[in-house]
């Protein structure tokens, strides 16, 4: 394969109290203490609990683990200065939204301006990933095709079964509390590149948007980078996790784009048909079967991962990362992040701390933490009073 798909994730972490495990509204205290040394950057987002960290532009799977990896020590490190942990999850366990703080920036007090409570309560975290592609035309044909994959990526990636102290009975809680903002969810298919910008120009000149930045769809053409942006997912707790879904993106795009410049499509199902797997995938993560909509029948979802490798097999040797698709069945056969937390929650009788104790020390497994953070002096450990979040 001659043509490479530069890669970069983003990945939302929430902000813990490691002796309350409460969340912490405390976004100021680490941009604060984070240093030019650290060799990290963090970023606020809607809520003040929430510390957002992204890779660079990467060439292969093994530059994603390696920039994944370094985020997550580095962001450790910089929470550890001021006590606090940081969780990768969708939502929080018992978490109230009405607790937290909006972050201090015009965009969020316009947005939740606009969208009032709808927006207070999108306490959640999510894991984005973008794939290069700088044809626009090509990109909106693979956007057309790739739109029947997201409901597999969601039940690969689902780490939000509580939500606001309750065992929910989704595995992606997350994308229920997501799906009640405007412009979002699985988008619909466009002709060409020019009609997807007539589009967005048609929101912007009506006053819906102020730019592409605010269509939020589960996979959009970002309106800034020439990629396509996969925002489909829950963020995996453990790094191998983030890793494996990434290659499979990566690959899924790869192949689409392959059969496009061979003038072969991808068969194009309804968006109702698409939004049915979804609902499996929120629902069930991956212990539930998905549909096969050329076969007219369900098919377990181990079965559905099997089908994905082989498809995709021909462009992971070509872009290295046969190693990593291969780690989607593992996660297949010991369950997703969400699967696990529910595990810890039975067996420890329905403690939720026990499962905020789970997600902090899944987030850094394998990261060899311990001597670094020993290291680190701690030069702020005390809570500061919460400010209105009105």
């Given at each position: 394969?001659?043509?490479?798909?530069?890669?970069?994730?983003?990945?939302?972490?929430?902000?813990?109290?490691?002796?309350?495990?409460?969340?912490?509204?405390?976004?100021?205290?680490?941009?604060?203490?984070?240093?030019?040394?650290?060799?990290?950057?963090?970023?606020?987002?809607?809520?003040?609990?929430?510390?957002?960290?992204?890779?660079?532009?990467?060439?292969?799977?093994?530059?994603?683990?390696?920039?994944?990896?370094?985020?997550?020590?580095?962001?450790?490190?910089?929470?550890?200065?001021?006590?606090?942990?940081?969780?990768?999850?969708?939502?929080?366990?018992?978490?109230?939204?009405?607790?937290?703080?909006?972050?201090?920036?015009?965009?969020?007090?316009?947005?939740?301006?606009?969208?009032?409570d709808i927006a207070r309560a999108n306490l959640i975290y999510g894991m984005h990933?973008?794939?290069?592609?700088?044809?626009?035309?090509?990109?909106?044909?693979?956007?057309?095709?790739?739109?029947?994959?997201?409901?597999?990526?969601?039940?690969?990636?689902?780490?939000?079964?509580?939500?606001?102290?309750?065992?929910?009975?989704?595995?992606?809680?997350?994308?229920?509390i997501f799906s009640r903002l405007p412009r979002t969810g699985i988008p619909g298919?466009?002709?060409?590149?020019?009609?997807?910008?007539?589009?967005?120009?048609?929101?912007?000149?009506?006053?819906?948007?102020?730019?592409?930045?605010?269509?939020?769809?589960?996979?959009?053409?970002?309106?800034?980078?020439?990629?396509?942006?996969?925002?489909?997912?829950?963020?995996?707790?453990?790094?191998?996790?983030?890793?494996?879904?990434?290659?499979?993106?990566?690959?899924?795009?790869?192949?689409?784009?392959?059969?496009?410049?061979?003038?072969?499509?991808?068969?194009?199902?309804?968006?109702?048909?698409?939004?049915?797997?979804?609902?499996?995938?929120?629902?069930?993560?991956?212990?539930?079967?998905?549909?096969?909509?050329?076969?007219?029948?369900?098919?377990?979802?181990?079965?559905?991962?099997?089908?994905?490798?082989?498809?995709?097999?021909?462009?992971?040797?070509?872009?290295?990362?046969?190693?990593?698709?291969?780690?989607?069945?593992?996660?297949?056969?010991?369950?997703?992040?969400?699967?696990?937390?529910?595990?810890?929650?039975?067996?420890?009788?329905?403690?939720?701390?026990?499962?905020?104790?789970?997600?902090?020390?899944?987030?850094?497994?394998?990261?060899?933490?311990?001597?670094?953070?020993?290291?680190?002096?701690?030069?702020?450990?005390?809570?500061?009073?919460?400010?209105?979040?009105?």
């Open positions: 394969m001659k043509k490479k798909f530069t890669i970069g994730v983003e990945e939302e972490f929430q902000i813990i109290d490691p002796v309350t495990r409460d969340l912490k509204c405390r976004i100021a205290q680490l941009m604060d203490a984070n240093t030019s040394m650290d060799g990290v950057e963090l970023h606020p987002e809607l809520h003040q609990s929430v510390v957002e960290v992204n890779t660079p532009v990467c060439e292969d799977i093994n530059s994603v683990r390696e920039a994944v990896t370094h985020n997550r020590i580095e962001a450790a490190r910089v929470a550890h200065r001021v006590g606090l942990r940081l969780g990768a999850a969708s939502t929080h366990p018992f978490a109230r939204w009405q607790d937290q703080v909006i972050s201090n920036k015009e965009r969020y007090a316009k947005l939740v301006d606009d969208l009032q990933v973008h794939v290069g592609i700088e044809d626009k035309d090509e990109a909106i044909a693979v956007f057309n095709s790739a739109r029947y994959f997201l409901p597999h990526l969601l039940a690969l990636s689902t780490s939000s079964p509580f939500f606001d102290g309750r065992m929910t009975g989704l595995k992606s809680s997350r994308t229920s298919r466009f002709g060409s590149y020019h009609e997807y910008e007539s589009f967005v120009s048609t929101l912007v000149k009506t006053g819906s948007i102020d730019d592409g930045a605010r269509i939020w769809w589960d996979l959009r053409p970002h309106p800034r980078f020439s990629t396509l942006e996969f925002r489909i997912c829950d963020l995996p707790t453990r790094v191998d996790d983030v890793v494996a879904i990434t290659a499979l993106v990566q690959c899924i795009v790869a192949k689409l784009s392959w059969l496009h410049q061979n003038n072969q499509s991808w068969q194009h199902h309804r968006f109702e048909l698409i939004q049915e797997n979804k609902w499996r995938a929120a629902r069930y993560g991956s212990s539930g079967p998905l549909i096969d909509f050329g076969k007219r029948c369900e098919l377990d979802f181990a079965d559905v991962v099997v089908e994905m490798v082989n498809l995709v097999s021909d462009v992971a040797e070509d872009l290295g990362c046969t190693e990593e698709l291969n780690h989607l069945h593992n996660i297949v056969q010991r369950g997703t992040s969400a699967d696990r937390q529910l595990e810890v929650y039975e067996n420890s009788g329905g403690d939720l701390k026990a499962v905020v104790d789970f997600i902090l020390d899944e987030t850094v497994v394998g990261l060899n933490l311990g001597q670094v953070l020993k290291d680190e002096p701690v030069i702020y450990n005390s809570t500061p009073p919460m400010p209105s979040s009105r």
